[in-house]
Antibody, heavy 116, light 112 residues
Framework: QVQLQQSGAELVKPGSSVKISCKAS????????MHWIKQQPGNGLEWIGW????????KYNQKFNGKATLTADKSSSTAYMQLSSLTSEDSAVYFC?????????WGQGVMVTVSS | DVVLTQTPVSLSVTLGDQASISCRSS???????????LEWYLQKPGQSPQLLIY???NRFSGVPDRFIGSGSGTDFTLKISRVEPEDLGVYYC?????????FGSGTKLEIK
């Protein structure tokens, strides 16, 4: 069965960077896009971008250009998102989700808290 | 960016009754390939969102036929007939036709 296992919660300082992971299993990792979605506390969902692990192609929401960097490691079937120059506005839960158009399987989410 | 406006913001429904959620788009969601990439997701309390409906009206695997998606162009509706306790949560529409992909602001379904 398809599973997306995300890394654990992060507490990070303002101005620093964090890299969170999403390990895929149960399907061919290189055949589907991996999307990333942000959810701030009590708020709705915001699409960050996708990566196609088959060739490394990426597409970003312009709002996250320079903030988020998506990568993927085919050997371990793991997708990564690095967030840089963190501020309190980056405190949120971040989800990975498999999909081409529809997001059919989601990870459990990673809570990132930015605090000094 | 495409703005998806969901109404109502919240909905309180008696078990067994029908619920209806509207999603209106600021642009047509029909893609050049003829498909309309409008989806519906449910986020149950404390969980990740889950896919219910894709391409306006197709139910994802395992989704009960109580969930019915319809619409075209810029106007879309999700109907839930015979609401059950496990249906509570926040419903989001989502469009994958135009970049950037965008979500509606959500509709919270509560059980009376």
């Amino acid at each position: 069965q398809v599973q997306l296992q995300q890394s654990g919660a992060e507490l990070v300082k303002p101005g620093s960077s964090v890299k969170i992971s999403c390990k895929a299993s149960g399907y061919t990792f290189t055949s589907y896009d991996m999307h990333w979605i942000k959810q701030q506390p009590g708020n709705g969902l915001e699409w960050i971008g996708w990566i196609y692990p088959g060739n490394g192609n990426t597409k970003y929401n312009q709002k996250f250009n320079g903030k988020a960097t998506l990568t993927a490691d085919k050997s371990s079937s793991t997708a990564y998102m690095q967030l840089s120059s963190l501020t309190s506005e980056d405190s949120a839960v971040y989800f990975c989700a498999r999909g081409t158009r529809e997001l059919d399987y989601w990870g459990q989410g990673v809570m990132v808290t930015v605090s000094s | 960016d495409v703005v998806l406006t969901q109404t109502p913001v919240s909905l309180s429904v008696t078990l067994g009754d029908q619920a209806s959620i509207s999603c209106r788009s600021s642009q047509s969601l029909e893609y050049s390939d003829g498909y309309t990439y409008l989806e519906w997701y449910l986020q149950k309390p404390g969980q990740s969102p889950q896919l219910l409906i894709y391409e306006v009206s197709n139910r994802f695997s395992g989704v009960p036929d109580r969930f019915i998606g319809s619409g075209s162009g810029t106007d879309f509706t999700l109907k839930i007939s015979r609401v059950e306790p496990e249906d509570l949560g926040v419903y989001y529409c989502f469009q994958a036709t135009h970049d950037p992909l965008t979500f509606g602001s959500g509709t919270k379904l509560e059980i009376k």
